[in-house]
């Protein structure tokens, strides 16, 4: 048929356009080496020579109607006389090792950025295994190495990924956002495995770490970083306050058992949420089931008070505030009677200077806590990943602006 009109769609570096075959709904497409180009080995660029010829096939975008193109191509086999190495010479545009183009290739991780890995094999005619292993080299190649030069905040979280205990640690740049680090674990050794990746020019201009209360972390950011200060994200303090509620909660339920005090029972039931929202959050029935068993019982009126005071304590601006707000609230907390808020309100009071730090440097892990949500929608949209370096580039690629997502596919 006559290709002139095509010519300009299909070009190929080294390559000239023969014949396209059309079909109902397959095209295929046939090239042909040009005679003009010299055989150039890819390892130092000498010119080579030939020692034989196959034809391969590579998958091509769809074309109107037709779903399924493909380019034919003949591979040289070129023997450098230079470095004495011998490799296969392929179109620049065809990506010979995953039988496709690269913009065929791009286009595929471009709709996996939207949908989900099932409907974008529908609409490519594509595997689930093919377009994850498309996805990842594209991604590969478009966002390159993580940037850990000049880092002065870090983020750091675990995340659960999966049932069966299965976490992995996340570290972000806490000035840009960015995922500098995600891998599967939650043990010191797994974070270790980041600052391993720095140099010692990159670790000086660390000045702080927010994480939880977490020992293994914290032991370890101060074997690898000793002069950095550590921040206690105020949200984990919080949560781990919540938990001492819940435990009072409990023994409380546990008592009126043991006691058959049905009437306790029925004030205490279905209040768990009550006791853990904010009082402006709650619904006017809400609130009034609340007034009633804080009346009711001593000790959760205290943990109450107390979780409020304690919110607000983590919220000042200020550091002279926060240290003034901070130590009144474990004078209060350790004459609570209360063996279990006593506890808590010690290991506040040992844990100051990281508290403060986070008031100081205005951290805290806010910005990972969206970022563990969206780990969450990817895993969800993919029905799970198995491979962790394909999870860390897919959530690079989605901190990212739609049109910088991927190098967008051009014909």
Not at 152 to 166: A, I, T
Not at 245 to 251: F, N
Request: proline share 2%.
């Amino acid at each position: 048929m006559n290709i002139k009109g095509l010519k300009t769609l299909f070009t190929f570096d080294g390559y000239c356009l023969t014949d396209v075959a059309f079909s109902s709904d397959v095209v295929q497409v046939h090239l042909a080496v040009d005679k003009r180009r010299k055989a150039v080995c890819p390892h130092c660029g000498a010119v080579g020579c030939i020692e034989g010829r196959e034809v391969r096939q590579a998958r091509d975008m769809a074309i109107g109607l037709a779903k399924l193109v493909f380019i034919n191509y003949p591979a040289q086999k070129i023997r450098c006389n230079s470095c004495g190495k011998r490799s296969w010479g392929t179109p620049a545009e065809i990506d010979s090792h995953r039988g496709a183009t690269t913009r065929f290739m791009c286009q595929a991780a471009f709709l996996m950025c939207f949908m989900s890995v099932r409907k974008a094999g529908d609409a490519l005619g594509l595997s689930d295994t093919r377009l994850r292993r498309w996805d990842k080299a594209v991604l590969k190649s478009h966002l390159g190495a993580v940037n850990k030069d000049d880092l002065e905040v870090l983020l750091v979280d675990e995340k659960s990924v999966g049932r069966g205990h299965h976490y992995v640690t996340a570290v972000l740049n806490g000035k840009t956002g960015d995922l500098l680090f995600c891998h599967e674990g939650k043990r010191k050794s797994t974070l270790k495995l980041f600052f391993d990746s720095l140099t010692l020019e990159q670790k000086s201009t660390i000045q702080v770490v927010c994480m939880d209360r977490g020992g293994a972390y914290h032991e370890c950011v101060k074997e690898e970083l000793p002069d950095a200060d550590i921040a206690f994200d105020k949200f984990h303090l919080v949560s781990n306050f919540n938990d001492v509620v819940d435990s009072l909660r409990r023994q409380e339920w546990n008592r009126f058992r043991e006691e058959k005090d049905k009437g306790g029972e029925a004030v205490l039931k279905g209040q768990r949420y009550n006791l853990f929202r904010r009082p402006e959050k709650n619904t006017p029935e809400q609130q009034a089931r609340l007034e009633e068993l804080l009346k009711a019982n001593e000790t959760l009126s205290k943990a109450y008070i107390l979780l409020d005071d304690f919110r607000d304590t983590l919220s000042q601006r200020y550091i002279s505030g926060a240290k003034l707000a901070l130590r009144t609230w474990v004078e209060t907390a350790m004459d609570s009677g209360v063996d279990l808020i006593e506890k808590f309100a010690r290991k506040m009071a040992s844990a100051e200077a990281e508290i403060i730090n986070a008031v100081r440097y205005k951290v805290s892990n806010g910005p990972l806590e969206g970022f563990n949500n969206l780990i969450s929608r990817l895993i969800h949209r993919a029905n799970g990943y198995t491979d962790m370096e394909y999870l860390a580039l897919k959530c690079r690629q989605a901190a990212l602006p739609d049109e910088l997502k991927v190098p967008l596919p051009q014909k």
